[in-house]
T-cell receptor
Framework: DSGVTQTPKHLITATGQRVTLRCSPR?????VYWYQQSLDQGLQFLIQ???????AKGNILERFSAQQFPDLHSELNLSSLELGDSALYFC?????????????FGPGTRLTVT | DAKTTQPNSMESNEEEPVHLPCNHS???????IHWYRQLPSQGPEYVIH???SNVNNRMASLAIAEDRKSSTLILHRATLRDAAVYYC?????????????FGKGTTLSVSS
């Protein structure tokens, strides 16, 4: 158990819908990362937050957005869903934002868009 | 970004040592070498990282070539639980973001 929790574990929804994925980082971790894992693209970085502020963006679509709240939990919002958005979404956290700090990954949310 | 090259797959027997290679010929002086692994149906987990010197921890050892253009992750005694995808990732000390950039990794199979 990494200490990172993600809810829900599974999510099935239809095209065009909007969903919210939630992540609670390890206690004390200030940095949160979101990653997407699909069969064709592999593991891809989406976005990073540090202590409530966006720190870096990766291959995140404009239909996707995220935020980190004062209690440090984070939410990833996916809207106008397409079939290709079906994937595993992982949240990871680290104590700080430097590369010396290992990232702890949650168990993921499996999103299926039908 | 400097890239890494890993074999697609490797096989091992239980209780034998495993050497997982990674080539990174364009590595820069500020790139750290990180290894993560992903067990089936789980999120990735940190294994080890280093800059120039060989590193050991409870999970594995990391051997870094003198010219730093390659490295090897060593699992001293493979167990069935070590069957996973192993990712070798370069992380620049001065990169703007600190996200992990995953390649395809090496799928390690362990037989009993």
């Amino acid at each position: 158990d990494s200490g990172v929790t993600q809810t829900p574990k599974h999510l099935i929804t239809a095209t065009g819908q909007r969903v919210t994925l939630r992540c609670s980082p390890r206690s004390g971790d200030l940095s949160v990362y979101w990653y997407q894992q699909s069969l064709d693209q592999g593991l891809q970085f989406l976005i990073q937050y540090y202590n409530g502020e966006e720190r870096a963006k990766g291959n995140i679509l404009e239909r996707f957005s995220a935020q980190q709240f004062p209690d440090l939990h984070s939410e990833l919002n996916l809207s106008s869903l397409e079939l290709g958005d079906s994937a595993l979404y992982f949240c990871a956290s680290s104590v700080d934002w430097g590369i010396s700090y290992e990232q702890y990954f949650g168990p993921g949310t499996r999103l299926t868009v039908t | 970004d400097a890239k890494t090259t890993q074999p697609n797959s490797m096989e091992s027997n239980e209780e034998e040592p495993v050497h997982l290679p990674c080539n990174h010929s364009t590595i820069s002086g500020t790139d750290y070498i990180h290894w993560y692994r992903q067990l089936p149906s789980q999120g990735p987990e940190y294994v080890i990282h280093g800059l120039t010197s060989n590193v050991n921890n409870r999970m594995a050892s990391l051997a870094i070539a003198e010219d730093r253009k390659s490295s090897t992750l060593i699992l001293h005694r493979a167990t069935l639980r070590d069957a996973a995808v192993y990712y070798c990732i370069l992380r620049d000390l001065y990169q703007a973001g600190t996200a992990l950039i995953f390649g395809k990794g090496t799928t390690l199979s362990v037989s009993s």
